[in-house]
Structure formats: structure tokens, C-alpha cells
């Protein structure tokens, strides 16, 4: 594609990415009904993920730049409260016991995904031997730790 033709469509080169980020997000909207069907709030977490970030062969420098573009909240994106699609798989899992009721769904639901992003943003920005993957798994190991259910 020539440099013009680009330009037509997107203001700066972090339009781009933007664009992306907003495509993704769509993707999970489209999934929810798929997602409310799993076992558990943690297979229908690794569902998003699977579909949304592992196996994508974007690496470090773009994950680093699109997540410091869009924010560890989406807050770059022209949507409002993306946690609010991850939302109802935490009243979910609230209603069967598997994360805390003692935090409201949509505190629970934006740590979640801000933890997530975070996680990625860091792996992105970092200069570590650790993989994509490693950093998405010790990031769903500590969200899991902090959200479980309480005795």
C-alpha cells in the first residue's frame, strides 16, 4: 500500500493500532454468547485470550506501542467501559461461587482486564527472556489469586 493511501484512511500510524485494538474488543462482544456457555470464568478468560492474543504473531515492540496508544483500560479506544463486556462472565462466576462476591462485578471485571494489559504492556515494553505467553500466565495467576472465592 502506498504511504498516501494510508494516510486517507488513518491519521497517524497509532490510528492503525487503534483500529486493531478496537477490532479485538468487537470480537469479544461477538464471543460472549460462546463465553457465558464455559465451564468456568477461567476457560471462558483463556477463551478471549486465545482468540485475542495468543497464537497472533505481533511481537514485543508492536504489543509495547499499541497497549501504551490504547491504555491499560482501552481508554485510547473510541468505545466507552470495555470492562463492561467482561462484565456479565463475572456476575457469573459470582453467582457460582468461583470469584469473590464481596467486590463489585465491574471492580472485579476492570481489574481483570487492566491486570491483563498491564501484564502484556509490560512483557511489550520489557527486555526479559520471558515469552508472551509466560507473562499472559503469571498474569491469570495472580488475578486468579486475588479474585478467588473466600472461605
Known sequence: MAKGTFYL?????E???LEYGLRRLLRI?????????????????NAILDEVVRGKKWGREVTGRALLEMGTSWEGLPVEAPHKLIEP??????ARGEVR???????????VLRSILGALRDWGLG?????????????????????????
Open 9 to 13: 484512511y488513518f491519521h497517524r500510524r
Open 127 to 151: 527486555t526479559d527472556d520471558r515469552d508472551r505467553d509466560t507473562a499472559i500466565n503469571y498474569a491469570l495467576t495472580l488475578v486468579f489469586d486475588a479474585i478467588s472465592a473466600r472461605p
Open 29 to 45: 462482544r461477538e464471543m460472549l454468547p460462546d463465553l457465558i456457555g464455559r465451564k468456568t470464568f477461567r476457560d471462558a478468560l
Open 15 to 17: 490510528d492503525l493500532l
Open 89 to 94: 462472565l463475572v456476575e457469573l462466576a459470582q
Open 101 to 111: 462476591r464481596d467486590i463489585p462485578s465491574d471492580a472485579l471485571a476492570l481489574f
